[in-house]
């Protein structure tokens, strides 16, 4: 078992990964990564979204088993290869992910020990023995909860102390939290911190821990490692770093000549909203968007940069009146003040939304090309009731050849197309519509660099037309190279604005990881 | 993902499809091949019911010694297909949507002894009214049902298994388990009389002109946007062989007393139903609602509205086939329409619709009912015993459903 006499070994790493390669179909999502932990250490792992950290993690956790990847790894210096997340917990490694994976309607006891139940013969559960076991556990965390709870009457941060929990019932020495932060209180975060220092001054818990939020990553960490395009670009004791340098780290890319220059002739202003507040749907009182407003001129791409969780999506569903939780605010286009409760109003007012996750908010892929190009615009396209095949064949036919999209012809299943062609006929449903103001959220995931070129070219052409355009991305490349303006979010918070000129890349993400600068 | 079985191969587009250009000739839509022929694998499933259906029709009427293709025991078959018919367009357009009606059966019995006991010596209400009666009380009741499961979230699923039993209850109460007998000539005639052989022979002659007309417009429109020619040959099978279809079918039903009013009822609501689905925009939002929901709300499309809809129009044809019903057996009785919503459902299961929802066409549907309905006419020809008749049916629908999922897994 672990020794609590952690300083004799503290030099030698309890975790070594050496060239860990990962490749995705079409993608490299690792490139020879090296990692290392020590015991008791809390090292920090930050990176853009899209560097690598969760898909570094998923091979720790065995999520991606031997052998879907290249590198190996050690643990206490012998080789590691776990074939699934079973192997990964047997050698003490434990990962609590975003997403909490603990089952809902199952109380605290139940879910600590899912799958591990203490047994008679017969597979007869001990439950006796199983609460009282779990009423030790919560007790060691200073946890004032019954273990007979049910776990869907605890918040969030309680729950994900009950991953810890679970966690330490499995024996592990090796702890990693992905973004353990992002839905808790400041109260919430406190108890986490402490007990996450507990844990490893007592208990020599090793832990790697991602985060977008710098000042905690300074707080606790004693090491910090920057990936970058899924590689290391370095790690250093966290004492010899400043925010700047690892913000610097973080973005140090070139923003490559792919994106047009844009020349955009604006007019006046097309779309404004005001005093957006949006609360969480599961989380009552939780705020994911506070009181934020923009407004976007005829003709002008305003970029939304920030990191996940800022509020960005979110937002622009609350506008467009598809936020399923509690929303508030104004929308005015050209001056109007409209009212928007549903997707129709928005559509009815001019608003087209090219919603992030395409196959998930965008298309019906079992259907025609045709059929989900003409979706949301099918009334205004071929008639109010009957549809007119025709006129409408004649308006898929002239949207597929303005945007290049490759399929043998408009009947062709969704489905069976490539990414970037999907996401042209998602580009194309709108555009149908007939738009003034088109949001556009991660309009280039999850495809190749040729198909993001002619998305980029588009958005470009259809600014120049006079459109006003939203457009959110994770790729702060993205947003510098086609945005007119940015406007940086944070927890739900404007925290930076910049005209095309002074954005920098670093600027933008010191203000998307809490730091407020306006510099318009 | 690998072939394991040997299924049948399905094309796949080329993954980077984004930078090769697709060669002339090579078809996005889903195939599969069999020997040297590449056959959508849409049409594959349509064909395969066919085929399915010849072949039973083939068997039973070899095994009754001609019997079960005689022109009476036809016009019978045909009669027995319009009750689930009709119940299974609107089913289609429920599971359509991703839902479910499972409180239909209940509701023909229900409606059938509200029309019975509105005709009746007591009320003597008269065709129209009776009729109207009948067919508003399913649109109502459906109309209730439709607003719990689109505006209060319960599940179709329990909402109509809840129908489903209260209903039935409303039955044995009003009828106070007795059976009603109908009286108005008018409305018996519905269920059993025959439209005229020359009136048949005229319907004949309209509809080959209809499907003429149909092939040379749609020839033309392929023709304007460039989706290449039909050859002669297509063009002349899609105009023959549905033509020749229309014709045997009008002669072999007047070689008994002609087309039976039924037939014409579920024609007519067949049609109807295929025009809603394929023509309108309606039709269209509830494919989309079914294949994805997420995208048909951020489309604008009202879903909630549409899956009322969609109830209220499978209400109204509980209305019309329970009508079809009570006038075929003459009477209403306490027991009347039991399990026939099962039908139904299996109607459109075996016509290729996915429970799921999003996939389903009314023409699988009716073929599906016409199936279920040669199934149970031959196997009562062969006198096997009602035990086997439900295993029978009981195991194609797993197998219908079974080879449904296949399919979907391929795709």
Same mark, same amino acid.
């Given at each position: ?18 060239? +860990? ?7 490299? /999502? ?143 020495? %090796? ?19 402490? +007990? ?85 749907? =599961? ?20 970029? +939304? ?38 997707? /129709? ?9 090219? *919603? ?60 069976? %197309? ?68 940015? %406007? ?13 000129? =002074?954005? *920098? ?13 306006? /510099?318009? | ?42 049409? !594959? ?18 095994? $009754? ?31 359509? $949507? ?7 059966? #209940? !509701? ?8 019975? &006991? ?42 109509? @298994?809840?129908?489903? !039993? ?12 007795? $059976? ?9 005639? &519905? ?39 039909? #050859?002669?040959?297509?063009?002349? @099978? ?135 309905? #040669? ?5 009562? @020809? ?5 035990? #086997? ?7 194609? @629908? ?7 999922? !296949? ?5």
């Amino acid at each position: 078992m672990t020794t609590t006499d952690i300083s004799s070994d503290a030099a030698a790493p309890f975790l070594e990964m050496r060239g +860990i390669t990962k490749i995705f179909p079409g993608v490299r /999502a690792l490139d020879g990564v090296t990692f290392d932990l020590r015991r008791g250490e809390l090292h920090a792992l930050v990176g853009e979204n899209g560097a690598g950290k969760s898909t570094l993690m998923k091979i720790l956790g065995g999520v991606y088993p031997y052998p879907e990847y290249g590198g190996e790894f050690f643990i206490e210096s012998t080789v590691r290869r776990f074939e699934s997340v079973r192997d990964a917990e047997a050698a003490g490694v434990a990962v609590i992910f975003q997403e909490l994976s603990l089952v809902q309607e199952m109380t605290i006891g139940e879910n600590i020990f899912l799958g591990r139940e203490p047994r008679r013969r017969f597979g007869i559960i001990r439950w006796d023995e199983l609460y009282s076991r779990a009423r030790q556990l919560l007790a060691d965390l200073r946890l004032p909860l019954d273990p007979r709870t049910p776990v869907k009457n605890l918040g969030i941060g309680q729950q994900q102390l009950v991953e810890i929990a679970k966690a330490l019932s499995q024996e592990a020495r %090796l702890l990693v939290l992905d973004e353990p932060t992002a839905a808790l209180t400041d109260a919430e975060v406190e108890t986490l911190f402490g +007990i996450l220092n507990d844990l490893r001054r007592t208990r020599g818990v090793g832990m790697i821990y991602i985060s977008h939020k710098l000042d905690e990553v300074f707080r606790l960490s004693d090491r910090i490692t920057v990936l970058r395009d899924g590689r290391t670009v370095g790690t250093e004791q966290t004492s010899a770093l400043s925010e700047a340098t690892v913000i610097a780290r973080m973005v140090g890319r070139e923003v490559g000549d792919i994106f047009p220059v844009p020349d955009h002739a604006q007019g006046e202003v097309m779309f404004e909203a005001r005093g957006f507040t949006v609360e969480d749907p =599961n989380v009552a009182g939780k705020r994911l968007v506070d009181n934020v407003g923009f407004a976007v001129r005829r003709g002008e791409v305003l970029g +939304i940069a920030g990191l996940m969780g800022a509020g960005r999506s979110e937002l622009l569903m609350a506008i467009f009146g598809a936020h399923a939780g509690r929303a508030d605010g104004d929308v005015l286009i050209e001056g109007q003040r409209v009212r928007i409760e549903s997707p /129709a109003d928005a559509i009815k007012h001019g608003l087209g939304f090219v *919603t992030e996750d395409r196959k998930r908010y965008g298309l019906v892929l079992d259907q025609t090309i045709l059929n989900n190009m003409t979706l949301a615009g099918l009334a205004r396209i071929s008639g109010r009731f009957i549809t007119n095949l025709d006129a409408e064949a004649a308006a898929g036919n002239r949207s597929m050849k303005e945007l290049r999209v490759k399929a043998n012809s408009v009947f062709a299943v969704t489905g069976t %197309l490539s990414g970037g062609n999907q996401q042209k006929v998602v580009l194309a449903k709108w555009l149908l519509t007939n738009p003034r103001v088109l949001f556009l959220d991660e309009p280039t995931r999850g495809i190749d660099v040729g198909a993001k070129q002619e998305i980029y070219a588009q958005i470009n052409k259809l600014a120049k037309s006079g459109l006003a355009i939203v457009l959110v991305s994770s790729e702060l490349p993205e947003v510098l190279g086609l945005s007119d303006r940015v %406007l940086v979010l944070y927890e739900g918070r404007v925290t930076g604005e910049f005209t095309r000129h =002074n954005a *920098t890349p670093e600027k933008v993400m010191a203000c998307a990881t809490g730091h407020t600068q306006h /510099a318009v | 993902m690998s072939h394991q079985t040997n299924e049948p191969v399905i094309d796949r587009p080329p993954v980077n499809a984004d930078v090769a250009p697709v060669p002339a000739g090579v078809e996005l839509t889903r195939q599969t091949r069999i020997g040297s022929f590449k056959i959508p694998t849409d049409a !594959l499933r349509a064909y395969t019911m066919l085929f399915a259906l010849v072949a039973i029709w083939v068997y039973f009427n070899f095994a $009754t010694d001609g019997i079960f293709l005689d022109p009476r025991n036809f016009s019978n078959l045909m009669r027995q297909t319009a009750v689930t018919g009709v119940l299974a367009v609107g089913m289609l357009m429920v599971i359509v $949507t991703g839902n479910i009606d499972l409180s239909i059966g #209940s !509701l023909v019995g229900f409606i059938g002894g509200v029309a019975a &006991i509105a005709q009746g010596t007591a009320n003597g209400w008269g065709l129209v009214p009776t009729l109207a009666a009948a067919i508003i009380v399913g649109i109502a009741v459906a109309e209730a049902q439709g607003a719990l499961v689109a505006y209060a979230n319960i599940p179709a699923f329990i909402v109509t @298994l809840g129908g489903l !039993l209260a209903w039935r209850g409303v039955v044995l109460g009003m009828t106070k388990g007795e $059976t009603i007998p109908i009286s108005l000539p008018g409305f018996k005639a &519905i269920g059993q009389q025959f439209v005229t052989r020359p009136v048949g022979l005229g319907l004949a002659l309209l509809a080959v002109g209809a499907i003429v007309w149909m092939n040379v417009r749609r020839h033309r429109a392929r023709e304007r946007y460039g989706l290449g020619k039909m #050859s002669v040959l297509n063009l002349a @099978l899609g105009i023959v062989l549905p033509a020749l279809v229309v014709v045997l079918f009008v002669l072999r039903m007047n070689a008994y007393e002609g087309i039976p009013i039924p037939v014409i009822i579920l024609i007519v609501v067949a049609l109807g139903g295929a025009f809603l689905m394929q023509n309108t925009t309606f039709g269209r939002y509830l494919y989309a609602i079914g294949g994805n929901p997420d995208a048909a709300r951020l489309s604008g499309i009202n879903v909630r509205t549409h899956i009322w809809a969609v109830f209220c129009i499978m209400g109204a044809l509980a209305g019309v086939a329970s009508i079809i019903y009570t006038a075929r057996v003459g009477s209403a009785s306490p027991d009347a329409g039991n399990l026939l919503e099962l039908d139904a459902i299996a109607a459109c299961v075996i016509g290729g619709t996915s429970l799921m929802g999003g996939r389903g066409t009314v023409f699988g549907a009716c073929l599906g009912a016409l199936f279920m309905a #040669s199934l149970d006419n031959g196997m009562s @020809l062969l006198n096997v015993q009602p035990y #086997s008749q439900y295993i029978i049916k009981g195991a194609i @629908l797993v197998t219908a459903v079974g080879l449904d999922m !296949l399919g979907r897994k391929q795709g």
